[in-house]
């Protein structure tokens, strides 16, 4: 989905980027309540009515599209019958029907197109856009995209916009990847991947330009710990625009924060960590 800059002509429109999806006629629209869920707000807020999460709240109604990540109906082919916007997700989402009836939603590769096929399979299948099969199975250099850490887990990597995992080599009973972080890691050979990059690849590039349609997306403003007093965040206070008076940057709760590493030294899947990421990847 390309995006759409604007002339200066209001202060709104200056720098901002807006994606352009394609509209979809209302005679092609294919609503399935069963992959419909309601998706209520809690405004940041707990079962106790706490906020655990800041500068959540508002937002616009939207329905939440129950997306099949695992995609588990093996060597049973599915037609693509639409190519969707999901409010929930930064990806679009292709709703399949596959030669049993069943339409399920599955996430949508760039390039996908209307009529299109894809198969899931334990076998070895060709390396079509959209189709899964175990990572033992795809060629070094292909991308591929919602991949399994577990066998049989269901995908978990690379599944926002643009989003892409590439395979770099076999070793054994291990697969080397490299995931969008840049970080390479071994995963097991029977892990399911899907072929292709993930769509809406000019994501990044959008520039929202109002504070209003931030807020319609269900957020709050967020405000500077050093605009607060001393009582309310360890940035406060002050005269004028001085530092905040700390050796390291700190949370509202005191804690260490920007750049602090948060991961265990002893977690036992450090092990399958060959490089860690570069902080400079783009």
């Known amino acids: 989905m390309p995006v759409k800059l604007y002339q200066p002509t209001t202060p709104g429109r200056r720098h901002a980027g807006i994606l352009v999806r394609p509209k979809i006629k209302r005679q092609d629209r294919i609503k399935v309540k069963s992959l419909l869920q309601a998706n209520p707000f809690s405004g940041g807020r707990n079962n106790q009515g706490k906020i655990t999460t800041r500068n959540r709240g508002g937002g616009v109604k939207r329905l939440l599209r129950l997306v099949d990540f695992k995609q588990d109906k093996f060597d049973v082919p599915a037609r693509v019958l639409t190519i969707e916007y999901d409010p929930s997700r ?79 080599s076999q070793d054994g009973d291990w697969i080397r990847v490299k995931v969008p972080s840049s970080e390479v890691r071994l995963l097991s050979k029977d892990c399911l991947a899907s072929i292709g ?27 500077r710990g050093k605009a607060m007093n001393p009582v309310d965040h360890p940035h406060g206070g002050g005269e004028g625009h001085n530092p905040i008076g700390l050796k390291h940057p700190k949370t509202p709760w005191g804690k260490p924060a920007l750049g602090v590493k948060t991961r265990s030294q002893t977690k ?13 990847y783009s």
Request: hydrophobic fraction near 40%; avoid cysteine; aromatic fraction near 6%.
């Open 268 to 280: 036992w899947t450090n092990k399958f960590i060959v490089a860690r990421r570069n902080r400079n």
């Open 197 to 223: 990059q993930l769509s809406n690849i000019d994501h990044s590039n959008v520039r929202l330009g109002l504070a209003g349609r931030r807020r319609r997306k269900g957020f709050k403003p967020h405000v």
């Open 90 to 168: 930064t990806a679009a989402v292709a709703l399949v029907q596959y030669a049993d009836g069943e339409k399920r939603y599955v996430l949508a590769p760039d390039d996908l197109k209307l009529g299109g096929q894809v198969l899931s399979s334990h076998k070895q299948i060709p390396l079509q856009l959209g189709n899964r099969l175990p990572l033992k199975y795809i060629p070094a250099g292909l991308y591929i995209h919602n991949v399994e850490l577990v066998p049989g887990g269901g995908g978990i990597l690379a599944r926002s916009a643009g989003s892409w995992m590439q395979v770099l």
